[in-house]
């Protein structure tokens, strides 16, 4: 039976019971995460590239690949070494690895190769004039002619309506993107409108404004239009985007908020420190990341809701989209913090708090739920909430903040996880399992020095507009706490601004560092020879980024850009700049071009497909099974 997908308009929500949420276990085998068990998850492009005419086009077979490399899965899920899923665009997929790195810290010598083994099993499928690139943004995404087979968009029936984007470049093997796509568009009553400035070159049209009849525009655009800002008007600009995401294990409940709400404050920093996305629409823009262009294009409030006409069928004035940073923290430590006035479903909050879920989750769940259902199976409608959380989790997947705080399943044994989704993708596994790793030790280091990072939640999201400028490693001044060792939780607002690499790398007496930190953590442990090394080498890669002695992506490209002897100092990212861009990124990718700008040198990690086999044994005698942190 096909499965047909429908959408809710503006239903209140208040008829879903929670009390699947209720019933769920606050602890569960305490003790065991001695070491955190972790997941990355990378989503991938797959690029076609016609070197007779110097072009690169993103191949449209996704959904094709997918059958394949699900095979091993379905074939044999316990073993398999990668998990394969779709994502928004019909030239995606996303790759995770089969189990949770293990809890030990010799699982930090495994990520990479396995990113390596997920990465050849994509490239093992593709024809010789294709490649597969973990690529944040393609820099032609939405201009003329840049799928392969080609495709048209439809701005008058297509399901995003957009001048740009076609629905063929949307994922064609799950209703479910298209169902958003088109379901957001409808809510919002309008096509999304993202704006982006335009980086502002020497010969760039002053101002800077598009014809966008010559697309079919029936004005409708030009109004939504901004002077001097690219423009792009369909969810598949910022869900057509990749990203490099982590889940991380908790022990328990309170482990899990702790992460979530420390983490929190980091997520503008390693945003800044993962930047690789300057080009939008064939432009380059003034901005390095791909965060408020997602938030944009996924954006399904409703004018009432945008607080641009008075609220008369509507309940609430929203004052962020649905993809956005993290609004409240969750301990009671972090609710001091928590300064910016909070949209909450009030029923909700009632109900959970009536069924004794305590005050700052019920205020998280309840904020989660101002949000409209944007897409469910007609076949899921009704369900038995104490034993399914279809309900919930369809609330929770369409709140796509920096923080996902992941609770655990009704009749699993899996636990409270937290996802940290900031980061852009890099192009080599080196800096992917880098940035990975790095993240995890800072987890590690963050519970064992029981560290602060709380900042006022206003002050994070000050720091999540700047963080995403042209630069911002170098160039601007986040807020960051200063006395992270302070338990104390009422401390009041410690706050002060620093640079990326002040925050990363320390500022004298002032700030101690993260890397330092990490290191310190590090240095208490006994760590094998490989692992060290392998360690080592990303610490010193991320510090190098941090200080500017590596360029992020976004500067590298930028650089690449302006240096082309095809650029006319004009914004304007031409086919051929285009397919020199992703030239030099596959070989950078598959190691045949050296880039020491970009990764601080020439590392070598000893990176191997799995932990010595003495380990295993204890790991056997001493732990169970690891669960899985997806
Ligand atoms: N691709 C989206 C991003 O770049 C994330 C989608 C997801 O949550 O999987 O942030
Ligand atoms: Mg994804």
Same mark, same amino acid.
């Given at each position: 039976?096909?499965?047909?997908?429908?959408?809710?308009?503006?239903?209140?929500?208040?008829?879903?019971?929670?009390?699947?949420?209720?019933?769920?276990?606050? !602890?569960?085998?305490?003790?065991?995460? &001695?070491?955190?068990?972790?997941?990355? #998850?990378?989503?991938?492009?797959?690029?076609k590239?016609?070197?007779?005419?110097?072009?690169?086009?993103?191949?449209?077979?996704?959904?094709?690949?997918?059958e394949?490399?699900?095979?091993?899965?379905?074939?044999?899920?316990?073993?398999?070494?990668?998990?394969?899923?779709?994502?928004?665009g019909?030239?995606m997929?996303?790759?995770?690895?089969?189990?949770?790195?293990?809890?030990?810290?010799?699982?930090?010598?495994?990520?990479?190769?396995?990113?390596s083994?997920?990465?050849?099993?994509?490239?093992?499928?593709?024809?010789?004039?294709?490649?597969?690139?973990?690529?944040?943004?393609f820099?032609?995404?939405?201009?003329?002619?840049?799928?392969?087979?080609?495709?048209?968009?439809?701005?008058?029936?297509?399901? !995003?309506?957009?001048?740009?984007?076609?629905?063929?470049?949307?994922?064609?093997g799950?209703?479910?993107?298209?169902?958003?796509?088109?379901n957001?568009?409808e809510?919002?009553g309008?096509?999304?409108?993202? !704006?982006?400035?335009?980086?502002? %070159?020497?010969?760039?049209?002053?101002?800077f404004?598009?014809?966008l009849?010559?697309?079919?525009?029936d004005?409708?655009?030009?109004?939504a239009?901004?002077?001097?800002?690219?423009?792009?008007?369909?969810?598949?600009?910022?869900?057509?985007?990749?990203?490099?995401?982590?889940?991380?294990?908790?022990?328990?409940?309170?482990e899990?908020?702790v992460?979530? %709400?420390?983490?929190?404050?980091?997520?503008?920093?390693?945003?800044?420190?993962?930047?690789?996305?300057?080009?939008?629409?064939?432009?380059?823009?003034?901005?390095?990341?791909?965060?408020?262009?997602?938030?944009?294009?996924?954006?399904?409030?409703?004018?009432?809701?945008?607080?641009?006409?008075?609220?008369?069928?509507?309940?609430?004035?929203?004052?962020?989209?649905?993809?956005?940073s993290?609004?409240?923290?969750?301990?009671e430590?972090?609710?001091?913090?928590?300064?910016?006035?909070?949209?909450?479903n009030?029923?909700?909050?009632?109900?959970?708090?009536?069924? $004794?879920?305590?005050?700052?989750?019920?205020?998280?769940?309840?904020?989660?739920?101002?949000?409209?259902?944007? !897409?469910?199976?007609?076949?899921r /409608?009704h369900?038995? &909430?104490?034993?399914?959380?279809?309900?919930?989790e369809?609330?929770?997947?369409?709140?796509?903040?920096?923080?996902?705080?992941?609770?655990?399943?009704? #009749?699993?044994?899996?636990?409270?996880?937290?996802?940290?989704?900031?980061?852009?993708?890099?192009?080599?596994?080196?800096?992917?399992?880098?940035?990975?790793v790095?993240?995890?030790?800072?987890?590690?280091a963050?519970?064992?020095?029981?560290?602060?990072?709380? /900042?006022?939640?206003?002050?994070?999201?000050? #720091?999540?507009?700047?963080?995403?400028?042209?630069?911002?490693?170098?160039?601007?001044?986040?807020?960051?706490?200063?006395?992270?060792?302070?338990r104390?939780?009422?401390?009041?607002?410690?706050?002060?601004?620093m640079?990326?690499?002040?925050?990363?790398?320390? $500022?004298?007496?002032?700030?101690?560092?993260l890397?330092?930190?990490?290191?310190?953590?590090?240095?208490?442990?006994?760590? &094998?020879?490989?692992?060290?090394?392998?360690?080592?080498?990303?610490?010193?890669?991320?510090?190098?980024?941090?200080?500017?002695?590596?360029?992020?992506?976004?500067?590298?490209?930028?650089?690449?850009?302006?240096?082309?002897?095809?650029y006319?100092?004009?914004?304007?990212?031409?086919?051929? /700049?285009?397919?020199?861009?992703?030239?030099?990124?596959?070989?950078?990718?598959?190691?045949?071009?050296?880039?020491?700008?970009?990764?601080?040198?020439?590392?070598?990690?000893?990176?191997s497909?799995?932990?010595?086999?003495a380990? $295993?044994?204890?790991?056997?005698?001493?732990?169970?099974a690891?669960?899985?942190?997806?």
């Amino acid at each position: 039976m096909a499965t047909v997908v429908i959408y809710v308009p503006s239903s209140p929500h208040t008829h879903l019971k929670l009390t699947s949420v209720r019933t769920l276990p606050h !602890s569960l085998t305490p003790g065991y995460c &001695d070491w955190i068990c972790c997941c990355s #998850n990378i989503e991938y492009m797959i690029i076609k590239l016609d070197h007779k005419n110097r072009k690169a086009r993103l191949s449209l077979r996704g959904s094709e690949l997918l059958e394949v490399l699900r095979e091993a899965e379905e074939t044999n899920p316990k073993e398999v070494r990668s998990l394969w899923r779709p994502e928004y665009g019909e030239y995606m997929v996303e790759g995770t690895p089969g189990q949770p790195y293990g809890s030990l810290v010799q699982h930090f010598n495994i990520v990479e190769h396995n990113m390596s083994f997920r990465r050849s099993e994509v490239q093992s499928l593709l024809q010789p004039d294709e490649v597969v690139l973990s690529l944040t943004s393609f820099p032609r995404l939405g201009c003329d002619d840049f799928t392969y087979p080609p495709a048209q968009p439809d701005p008058v029936s297509g399901c !995003s309506r957009s001048l740009f984007f076609p629905d063929a470049a949307i994922t064609q093997g799950h209703p479910r993107f298209k169902t958003l796509t088109q379901n957001i568009r409808e809510r919002r009553g309008e096509n999304v409108a993202i !704006s982006v400035p335009i980086y502002m %070159d020497l010969k760039t049209p002053r101002p800077f404004v598009e014809d966008l009849s010559q697309y079919g525009d029936d004005g409708s655009s030009a109004a939504a239009a901004k002077e001097d800002h690219v423009y792009m008007d369909a969810m598949g600009f910022g869900m057509g985007c990749s990203c490099l995401q982590m889940t991380f294990q908790a022990c328990n409940i309170s482990e899990a908020r702790v992460l979530y %709400d420390h983490l929190t404050p980091l997520c503008p920093v390693m945003l800044a420190l993962t930047a690789a996305t300057p080009v939008y629409r064939g432009y380059l823009t003034d901005v390095d990341c791909r965060w408020d262009v997602i938030s944009a294009s996924v954006d399904c409030r409703t004018r009432e809701e945008r607080g641009l006409e008075p609220l008369r069928n509507d309940r609430f004035v929203i004052p962020k989209s649905r993809y956005d940073s993290v609004d409240c923290y969750l301990s009671e430590c972090g609710a001091r913090y928590n300064d910016i006035p909070l949209v909450y479903n009030k029923n909700i909050q009632q109900k959970l708090l009536d069924s $004794k879920v305590d005050e700052y989750l019920a205020q998280h769940i309840s904020h989660l739920f101002i949000r409209d259902s944007i !897409s469910l199976f007609s076949e899921r /409608i009704h369900q038995d &909430d104490a034993r399914e959380m279809d309900h919930f989790e369809n609330i929770q997947s369409t709140n796509w903040q920096t923080m996902r705080f992941k609770l655990p399943s009704v #009749n699993s044994n899996i636990g409270w996880r937290v996802e940290f989704r900031p980061c852009e993708v890099q192009l080599t596994d080196f800096e992917n399992a880098a940035f990975g790793v790095f993240i995890v030790l800072l987890t590690r280091a963050l519970l064992t020095f029981k560290l602060n990072m709380l /900042i006022p939640i206003s002050k994070v999201d000050e #720091n999540m507009k700047n963080c995403q400028k042209r630069n911002a490693v170098l160039d601007q001044k986040l807020w960051f706490r200063r006395d992270i060792f302070s338990r104390e939780c009422d401390k009041g607002d410690d706050a002060s601004q620093m640079t990326v690499g002040e925050i990363i790398n320390g $500022k004298g007496e002032e700030f101690v560092g993260l890397i330092p930190l990490v290191r310190q953590y590090l240095g208490a442990l006994d760590l &094998d020879a490989d692992t060290a090394c392998t360690i080592g080498q990303y610490l010193n890669f991320i510090s190098a980024r941090a200080a500017g002695t590596a360029m992020t992506t976004a500067t590298w490209m930028r650089n690449f850009i302006m240096s082309h002897p095809e650029y006319k100092q004009d914004s304007v990212v031409t086919d051929g /700049i285009a397919y020199d861009l992703i030239i030099a990124a596959s070989e950078i990718t598959q190691g045949k071009q050296e880039c020491k700008e970009l990764l601080g040198g020439t590392p070598k990690t000893k990176t191997s497909e799995d932990i010595p086999k003495a380990m $295993k044994k204890i790991i056997q005698m001493t732990c169970l099974a690891p669960r899985n942190a997806e």
